[in-house]
């Protein structure tokens, strides 16, 4: 899951190892707020690197915030992100780090799936609720409907 700096390539082609961030340029462009890159790097997701009170962040940093967004969004703890992230070495190319998450995304998909599950099931609860609903106010206006012409 993780990306070394060397294969950063940006949407014009070239690639930028060097290059560093500010906390607002990667907070604007990823669409989180400074307090989240903080968080990130008080847990150990990111690292930058310090310039008195400024962080600076390399485009390992920025790679990795992607990953960990991704993850996020795929659901997995902030833990699970961590352990992903921690595997990578560049001695075997990521494989190690790819294996496991393999491994996790294939937990993950079976958990989304009972969760899809239950979620359909609470679904259908309340279209069968709904339609009861409706014929018991029905039922109750009808015969509210009545007492008045009586």
């Known amino acids: 899951m993780d990306i070394t700096a060397k294969d950063i390539t940006h949407k014009d082609g070239h690639k930028d190892s060097h290059r560093t961030y500010s906390i607002r340029q ?6 989180v707020t400074a307090r989240a890159l903080r968080f990130y790097e008080d847990k150990g997701l990111i690292s930058p690197e310090r310039k008195g009170q400024t962080r600076l962040y390399s485009a390992r940093d920025r790679a990795r915030l992607q990953l960990i967004l991704r993850g996020k969004r795929l659901g997995f703890s902030l833990i699970e992100i961590h352990e992903i992230l921690d595997l990578y070495t560049p001695k075997d190319h990521g494989a190690s780090q790819m294996k496991a ?3 996790k995304y294939r937990k993950q998909i079976e958990t989304l799936k009972r969760q899809r599950e239950d979620i359909d099931a609470a679904i259908q609860d309340m279209v069968d609720g709904c ?5 018991q106010i029905s039922t109750v206006e009808q015969q509210n409907a009545n007492e008045h012409k009586a």
Not at 26 to 31: C, G, H, Q, V
């Open 26 to 31: 990667l907070s604007k462009e990823f669409d």
């Open 131 to 135: 339609a009861w609903l409706e014929g």
């Open 101 to 103: 998450t393999l491994v």
